[in-house]
């Protein structure tokens, strides 16, 4: 059930506006109409929907678009650029105290990454900044909370601060401090329980343990996946502790996330981080020009670009390209090749942030089949140093062995090495037929084909 | 079709028997949740187009999600031009009866488990990250027990760090034996274990846990049917009851959630926690009308005796009472002042 983006359904609005020859105030109407219903399915909080709608139709009625050939892409940039703009700009900076240890203390609803983000927060630091932190376990509600952190310690090789269940989270919060202060850490985690930012107790606790150890960041961290309520949690704790920060989680999933605008725009604080996964090193900085896009559904272009970027080296291309050109791209080359692809991501992934990928009948369900490019690097693996750079010499019993040694079989075997042979043709033909056009574009001719 | 037209449908296609016999069931909470929303109403002014505005609005920030909003605002305008209604005493009755017949269905049997008389019922849980699975199995443990039920936990989430000691610390709680393996291991063997020591040792109830999951990674996904697979293999018919954890604060991504999890394991009915907060969770209502998934149970808290079977009545009503009750309010004072 994947919702059509704002583009798209613009689009659909100015086919009944077309031949009318010029775009009326009531027609910018309209659109902001798509404008409303794309900022409500992406869950904005209705309120700040209207201020934004206000302000956007303002702006279209006031400028170029009842001129232009293109009003819906004007609409649609103009909606982008107040939303780039809302969003602010990119801070991943933390602040740290001129006298350690800095304190961070982390907050926010039940179940929205609080614990697990401190990890990931912690392992960055530690990466980034060479920081040697503690972690405190606050938390003494939920069940096992502490063995949580305790296991997130120990996979980070980390210190983990804790006085057990009964203890009282603004004690255990001080003491960490004095901890850390003994024992040369640099930065304390507090993370705290979950609450309800309307549970007044719990509120007071958090005032309590803020009080107590004055700390130079508090990160409220949000599930990307909130719905209308996040304007009003992200309003409270932030006039209840003082939020500095915000970090959004469960952002690999598939959701619009306007929340992100909602806590914006009541908060007026920078979103500081985006958690991508599970794993400890899954956080990224925040980048709030693409969570303008990805709230209006036009897909995560940049995204995938910088994906690719960061994955190829320029260097590298190059070589390529001249193998590709020389016939001498080698099963080495290839088996490369399948770790750069692999290290941009699940490949059903990526090609769900292509932008329309949402209009895409099933696209939800396409599955590469990971399992298969296992196999193949397998295959490849159980060749010889000889096999893999001429790969003409694999003969039957060749063939056998490496069946054998991959663990797969035979026709396995042949079906790669045939389409390896057909690859090699196809890049022949495209990199004499790009040469000169001074573009390299590096691309694997019938790569897909194998996973398939 | 429109939305009240296809649920009605279904409810008609019902024996009168059973129609009935709910109907005398709920006589009582219905005639005090209409009364609720008739004085609310009553309290409120004319019929026109700012009252449906505003009742629009209120749907929307509960989550409800813009098309089923827009397909609930069309039916109730036809309704009152139907019916010719003018004031408010009139459209006491439409919007009462309308929002409560959503859910209607899910009271007359299906919002009950599907316990088996022999061997053990299992339960299977699936949900996303955080939403409340470990938990509710905790509480849901505490309920059969205190009906008198033998209860076994499989701790199938061998993934999330503590996730497991968490399961253990609720079975110890609530005095639930629980079957666990080693961290990160096969979550499938977990369940193939704990399905055979349900059945050696006779429990009543077998609740499985699983990993939190966002419904977009396909190789989890495969991994939660292969679960679900497992458990079928080893008991013909089970899992019994697969239940997806819904976090009553997700917005709209809920519905894909469900319409995933659906897919993969053939979710039979929902658990919708976190309503303690000042989150409705609307985004059920479209999940009913366009899965047709019931909610079962709803989760009020962090403690044991948190969780209740789901009552449409005053969940119907607490979607939008408040928001009436303040715009009353508001208009009382400014009456008020005149
Ligand atoms: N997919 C995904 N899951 C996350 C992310 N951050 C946290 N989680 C998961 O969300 C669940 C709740 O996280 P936890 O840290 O226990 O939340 P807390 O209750 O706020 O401390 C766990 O299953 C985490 O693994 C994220 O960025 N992506
Ligand atoms: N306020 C409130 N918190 C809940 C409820 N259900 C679960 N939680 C909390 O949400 C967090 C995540 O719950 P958990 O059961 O670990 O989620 P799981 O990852 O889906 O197993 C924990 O802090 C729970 O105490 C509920 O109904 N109300
Ligand atoms: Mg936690
Ligand atoms: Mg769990």
Redo the contacts with the bound molecule.
Sequence with gaps: MAFEGLGERLQQTLQKIKGKGKVTEADVKEMMREVRFALIEADVNLKVVKEFVKKVSERAVGSDVMQSLTPGQQVVKIVRDELAELMGGETEAITFAKKPPTVIMMV?L????????TGKLANLIRKKYNRKPLLAAADVY?PAAIQ?LETIGKQLGMPVFQLGTEADPVDIAKQAVAKAKEDHNDVVFIDTA?RLQIDEDLMQELRNIHDAVKPDEVYL?VDAMTGQVAANVAETFDQQVGVTGVVL?????DTRGGAALSIRSVTGKPIKFA????KLD?LEPFHPERMASRILGMGDVMSLIEKAQTNVDEEKAKELEQKFRDQSFTFDDFLEQLEQVKKMGPLDEILKMLPGAGKIKGIDNVKVDEKQMDRVEAVIKSMTIAEKSKPEIINSSRKKRIARGSGTSIQEVNRLLKQFDEMRKMMKQMSNMQQGKGKRKMKMPGLDSLFK | MSFFKKLKEKISGKPDETTEKYKDGLEKTRTSFTSKVNDLVARYRKVDEDFFEELEELLLQADVGFETVMELMDDLRFEVQRRNVKDTEGIQTAISEKLVDIYRKGEDGEGSLNMQEEGPTVILFVGV??VGKTTTIGKLAHRFISEGKSVMLAAGDTF?AGAIDQLQVWGDRVGAEVIRHAENSDPAAVMYDAVRAAKNRKVDVLICDTA?R?QNKVNLMNELEKVHRVIGRELPDAPHETLLALDATTGQNALIQAETFKEATNVTGIVLTKLDGTAKGGIVLAIRNKLGIPVKFVGLGEGMEDLQPFDAERYVYGLFAEGLEQEAEILGQEKGED
């Design positions: 926010g039940q179940g929205a990454g609080k614990t697990t983000t939920r949580q979950g961290v989680t469960k952002l690999d999933g958690g991508m996964g599970e899954a | 990250n955080g999330r939190g966002l």
